[in-house]
């Protein structure tokens, strides 16, 4: 071996030996590390499907649509002008009412309507919720009158969708009257409306409609009523229906479930006669299955106040609606007429001042005796069937 050889020999045993990634051998993976890595997968994969499964029964649960409710609202005949109106885009200006028609007081609902009808000029349409066995004779009253031209659908109530949710006690006016509880659900009844209105059948409007539509609502609220406290209509003692003016009227602040909301009992109610709804924050809320929820635990913990009148549909929307509701302007919101007194508490001049009067209370201008049921009967249309006759036909008693 030459000197050079031995020198190159020397110099490359002193070279350290490299080993790329590309070269290193693997390094063996364990049976048992396989399959633990296959039973963390599945165990992954099972979490995130009972996430997505409990989401989906979160979402029925909280926005319930008209099948999920139970509520299938069906449009019977509409009237041919509002059919018309249907086969081209839904106008901007229209304003939707809803109204309830029960059989025994249909008469109560076309004079409401009539009122309506006569003092605007605005594209009003009357949604008519109803029960099957009413649809017939209500047509029949539209049709055959002077309200020929007013732009109606009738939407059939479901009560099927009150099961489990009111107390089925005899004694119980409102269990035997479902209608009362359909402004609970004004966003399955107008899918494709952003407002709406919603009015009690015992009122009588004398302003125009669309001043009332036009209101403003707050931000995030979902509605506007008017407050017993700051009313007109508030003015002394409603007596007979309990001190009604308050939560604590309405609601049992010595129930757990009640106590727990931190409400005050003090605070002053609203009457939910007439409502001014958003009902795009309604929806986005579930302001409906908020409702429901207080109906059913109602059933099982008698949350309401043992002073409560005959007005069931209302401690559920004071709980909703708790210091999170807009105003309406009290004239538009006139009422208590239908109460003992009625006739000494309110002046001729301020009655035929109110734009909007409501006769709530156990006195209806079609009974026997009411205050100023004159004013009604500018407004009522005789039944072309005969059907519905009003208990009085001379008006004036205070």
Same mark, same amino acid.
């Given at each position: 071996?030459?000197?050079?050889e031995?020198a190159?020999?020397?110099?490359? $045993?002193?070279?350290?030996?490299?080993?790329?990634?590309?070269?290193?051998?693997? !390094?063996p993976?364990?049976?048992?590390?396989?399959? =633990?890595?296959v039973l963390l997968?599945?165990?992954f994969?099972?979490?995130?499907?009972?996430?997505? @499964?409990?989401?989906? /029964?979160? @979402?029925?649960? $909280?926005t319930? /649509?008209a099948?999920?409710?139970?509520?299938?609202p069906?449009?019977? $005949? !509409?009237?041919p002008n509002?059919?018309?109106?249907?086969d081209?885009?839904?106008?901007?200006?229209?304003?939707?009412?809803i109204?309830?028609a %029960?059989?025994?007081?249909l008469?109560?609902?076309?004079?409401a *309507? +009539?009122?309506?009808?006569q003092? %605007?000029k605005?594209?009003v349409?009357?949604? *008519?919720?109803?029960?099957?066995?009413?649809? /017939?004779?209500?047509?029949?009253?539209?049709?055959?009158?002077?309200?020929?031209?007013?732009k109606?659908?009738?939407?059939?109530?479901k009560?099927?969708?009150?099961?489990?949710?009111i107390?089925k006690?005899?004694?119980?006016l #409102?269990?035997?009257?479902?209608?009362?509880?359909?402004?609970?659900?004004?966003?399955?009844?107008?899918?494709?409306?952003?407002k709406a =209105?919603?009015?009690d059948?015992?009122? =009588?409007?004398?302003? /125009?409609?669309? #001043? !009332?539509?036009?209101?403003?609502?707050?931000?995030?609220?979902?509605?506007?009523?008017?407050?017993?406290c700051?009313?007109?209509?508030s003015?002394?003692?409603?007596?007979?229906?309990?001190? &009604?003016?308050?939560?604590?009227g309405?609601l049992?602040?010595?129930?757990?479930?009640?106590?727990?909301?931190?409400?005050?009992?003090?605070?002053c109610?609203?009457?939910?006669?007439? =409502?001014l709804?958003? @009902?795009?924050?309604?929806?986005?809320?579930? *302001?409906?299955?908020? !409702?429901?929820h207080?109906?059913?635990l109602?059933?099982? #913990?008698?949350l309401?106040?043992?002073?409560?009148?005959d007005?069931?549909?209302t401690?559920?929307l004071?709980?909703v609606?708790?210091k999170?509701h807009? %105003?309406?302007?009290?004239?538009?919101?006139?009422?208590?007429?239908? *109460?003992?007194?009625?006739?000494?508490r309110y002046?001729? &001049?301020?009655?035929?001042?109110?734009?909007?009067?409501?006769? +709530?209370?156990?006195?209806?201008?079609?009974?026997?005796?009411?205050?100023?049921? #004159?004013?009604w009967?500018?407004?009522?249309?005789?039944?072309?069937?005969?059907?519905f006759?009003?208990?009085?036909r001379?008006?004036? $008693?205070?």
């Amino acid at each position: 071996m030459t000197r050079r050889e031995r020198a190159e020999r020397r110099l490359s $045993e002193r070279r350290p030996v490299s080993c790329s990634a590309s070269t290193a051998a693997p !390094l063996p993976v364990s049976p048992v590390n396989v399959v =633990i890595l296959v039973l963390l997968a599945v165990a992954f994969l099972i979490i995130v499907q009972r996430n997505l @499964l409990n989401l989906n /029964d979160f @979402l029925r649960r $909280e926005t319930p /649509d008209a099948a999920s409710s139970g509520v299938l609202p069906f449009e019977s $005949e !509409l009237s041919p002008n509002l059919k018309q109106s249907q086969d081209s885009a839904r106008t901007r200006d229209e304003i939707p009412v809803i109204l309830t028609a %029960s059989e025994e007081r249909l008469g109560a609902a076309v004079a409401a *309507i +009539n009122s309506v009808h006569q003092n %605007s000029k605005a594209n009003v349409v009357f949604n *008519i919720v109803t029960l099957n066995n009413t649809v /017939d004779h209500l047509k029949a009253w539209l049709s055959g009158t002077k309200l020929n031209d007013v732009k109606y659908k009738i939407i059939v109530f479901k009560p099927e969708i009150l099961n489990g949710k009111i107390a089925k006690d005899p004694n119980a006016l #409102e269990t035997v009257k479902p209608l009362t509880f359909s402004r609970f659900y004004l966003p399955v009844f107008l899918p494709d409306a952003d407002k709406a =209105i919603y009015l009690d059948d015992d009122v =009588i409007v004398q302003g /125009d409609i669309q #001043e !009332l539509y036009e209101t403003n609502l707050k931000p995030g609220h979902a509605a506007a009523f008017s407050d017993d406290c700051d009313s007109v209509s508030s003015k002394g003692v409603v007596r007979g229906a309990g001190n &009604q003016n308050n939560y604590m009227g309405f609601l049992d602040f010595k129930k757990d479930a009640i106590k727990k909301l931190g409400m005050r009992a003090s605070t002053c109610s609203f009457n939910p006669g007439v =409502i001014l709804a958003n @009902l795009t924050e309604w929806r986005t809320q579930n *302001i409906t299955r908020r !409702l429901e929820h207080w109906m059913e635990l109602n059933t099982r #913990e008698d949350l309401y106040s043992k002073t409560l009148a005959d007005s069931a549909t209302t401690p559920p929307l004071l709980i909703v609606f708790y210091k999170h509701h807009s %105003s309406i302007d009290p004239m538009w919101h006139v009422r208590h007429l239908g *109460i003992t007194g009625a006739g000494n508490r309110y002046s001729p &001049q301020f009655v035929q001042a109110a734009k909007l009067l409501h006769w +709530n209370g156990h006195y209806k201008p079609w009974g026997v005796k009411s205050s100023f049921s #004159e004013v009604w009967d500018e407004w009522y249309i005789p039944d072309p069937t005969g059907k519905f006759r009003p208990l009085r036909r001379h008006s004036g $008693e205070k």
